[in-house]
């Protein structure tokens, strides 16, 4: 077996070092910046909450759907419906919400319709 002499032993210089502590720094701020850019993203997407919007605008079609029959309704009879029970016969089957929890409310005396659940914050 050859010796190796003294002066052709190697191992890591300190240009080697500063390099590699150099790459692993750059490599730790892209994955903090890129951890805070995606924190920063879901708190922005819990803030306008677009899906919750997108469902409130989807109960707010049905129940213009619903105001047209009832309108309908008085047209051809000339009064309004009773009552809640009286406008959910004139449809084809429940409404289906979007919103967890949401239903219509109904005022026989103006023949007036809104949402339970009208702020896309509780939706």
Not at 71 to 85: E, I, L, S, T, V
Not at 112 to 120: E, G, K
Request: charged share 20%.
């Amino acid at each position: 077996m050859r010796k190796r002499a003294r002066g052709g032993e190697r191992g890591f210089g300190l240009v080697e070092i500063l390099l590699v502590a150099a790459l692993v720094a750059v490599v730790g701020f892209v994955l903090v910046r890129y951890a805070r850019s995606t924190a920063t993203t879901v708190q922005t997407l819990q803030e306008t909450r677009p899906l919750a919007q997108a469902r409130l605008a989807a109960d707010q079609a049905t129940l213009v759907s619903v105001q047209g029959l009832v309108r309908a309704y008085h047209a051809q009879h000339g009064r309004w419906p009773a009552d809640k029970a009286a406008v959910l016969t004139l449809l084809a089957g429940p409404p289906r919400w979007q919103c967890a929890g949401n239903d219509l409310d109904y005022d026989a005396a103006s023949g007036t319709i809104s949402l339970a659940i009208s702020a896309a914050e509780r939706c």
